[in-house]
C-alpha cells in the first residue's frame, strides 16, 4: 500500500490527471492539478504543528507512493511553530523522508490567520493538514474548500449541534468539487478492525445484542490549574483546550470518539439516543469543565445498546478497551488503545484460548500510516473519498452523550443535531487581541454543567 513503483504512478497519474482535465472543463470544478516542480508533487501545509500535527505530518511524508512536500506551516504560537518545523526538519535529514521538509520563515505563520496564509502557499489539489483543537475545524475547511484543497482533518470534527450542521454542508460541497477529505477516526484505517468488521457481517458472533467500550485511566489532558497570567485569557483557553467545552467538547470528546465510533462502526449505524451519568469528585485546583467520570447508554435504532465508560480519576481499575457481544459469540474490538487492535472472536461470552475463532495475525501494520496511505492513493488515483460526514457524524453522537450526562436528559441524535446552543459563535473571527469564548467569574472558575439544573444546554 505504501510501496509503489514510480513509473507506474506517473502512467496513473497522467491518465488520472487527463480524465480530470476533461472533466473539471466539462463540471467547472476543481480538480488535482500538475504542479510545476516535480509533476505530481503533492505539496502539504501544515495548521496546527502540535504533536499530532507533527505526527500527522510524519506520516504524510512517510507514504511512499510518490512526491510529497511539506512547504508551509501555521500556528497560533511561534514556539510550538519553530518546534515541529525543527523536528520534521531534523527527521527529513536524518534521511527519514529526504528533502521533503522545505519550509523557509517566508512560509512560516504564526496567528488566527495564519491558516489562511500557508493554505495560499499551495495549489489546488494540495493537502492541508487540520490539526489544531476541533473549534477551529470548520472555518479551516471551509478555507481549505475555497481553496480547492483536500484534507486530511483530525478528529473530532465538531464539538456542537450547529458547527455539525455546518461542517455536513461542507461535506457536501467538498464532494461537489471532488476534493478528497481524510478524518482521524484512525481505527477505521486499521486492517485488523476492518477484517473483524467483515467477520461481524458474515455472521461469526451471530446478532449483536450489545457492545461496551472503556477508556478508564488517570486523570490526563483535560485536568487544569487556573491561568497564571503569562498568557491572555484567548491564548490561556486554546492552549488548554481539553479543559473547555468550546474549545475540544472537553475530554468526552477529545477521548471517547474513537471508542464510540469503532463500536458504531461494527454496529453498522448511529445511536439514536443517549442517556448518561458523571460528576466531578476530586477537583482541587482544577478548574476545567470536565467531569471526571462518565457512563453513557446509547441506544440504537433496533433497541440494541452500547455501553461507554469513561473515568479520568487516579488509583482505580484501568481500561482502555472495546467489545461487541453477539447471539453466538464476542469480538475484541480494541484490546489496550488505538493501535495495536489485537482483534479476535470467541464462541460465547468468556475471553478464553479455548473458545477463541479467530485472531487478526500479528504485528499489525500502523494505522496512523494507512490512513495516509490511503488519503493519498484516493488523490493520486482519484477515488471518491470524503470522511467528513461520518467524521460529523462521529462528533455529534459523542456530543450527544456527553451533552446527556452534562445536562442528566436523554438526548436524541435529532435533538442534538439540531440544538442551538454554539459554544463558540464568532470562532473564524478571533484575533489574538479578542476575548475569550468563556469567561470565568469573579471566583475565578468557569462555568460547569449540573445536570438536572441547567438541563437546555450544557453550561
Ligand atoms: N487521532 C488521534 O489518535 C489523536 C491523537 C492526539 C490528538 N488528536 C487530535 O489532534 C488535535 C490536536 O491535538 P494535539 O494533541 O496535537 O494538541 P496540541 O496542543 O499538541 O497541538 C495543537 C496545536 O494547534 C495550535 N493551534 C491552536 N489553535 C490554532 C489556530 N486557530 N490556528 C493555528 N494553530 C492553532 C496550538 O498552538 C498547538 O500547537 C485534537 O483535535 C486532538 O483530538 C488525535
Redesign the pocket.
Known sequence: MTGGDSRETRREFLKVTGRLAAASALAGVVTPRVHAAEQNTIQLAL???????A?AATDALSVGNGPIKLVAM????QN??EG?CNRLSNAAQRKEFPGAVDVPKDRQFV??D??KKAMDCLKPGDVAIL????A??WP?YKYAIEKGLHVFM???VTVDGPTTRRMLALAEEAKKKNLKAGV???VRHCRARQALHQRIRDGEIGDIVALRSYRMHGPVAGYTGPNGGQLSELMYQ??K?HAFLWA?GGTFS?FYI?FIDECCWMKDGWPIKAQANGGRHFRGEQIDQNFDNYSVEYTFADGVKLFLFGRSIEGCYREVASYVHGTKGLGIISTSG?TPGRCRTYKGHNIAKNKMLWRFPQPEANP?ELEWADLIEAIRQDKPYNEVERGAKASLVTSMGRMAAHTGRVITFDEMLNCEHEFAPDVDK?TMNSPAPLLAGPDGKYPVPQPGVVTDREY
Open positions: 495548521i496546527g504543528c502540535g504533536s499530532r500535527g505526527g501555521a500556528d497560533i504560537f510550538r511553530l515541529s496567528g488566527f495564519a491558516y490539526t489544531t483543537p476541533p477551529f475545524r479551516h483530525e478528529k473530532p482521524g477516526l484512525v486554546v492552549q483546550f475540544s477529545d474513537h488505538h496512523y478571533l
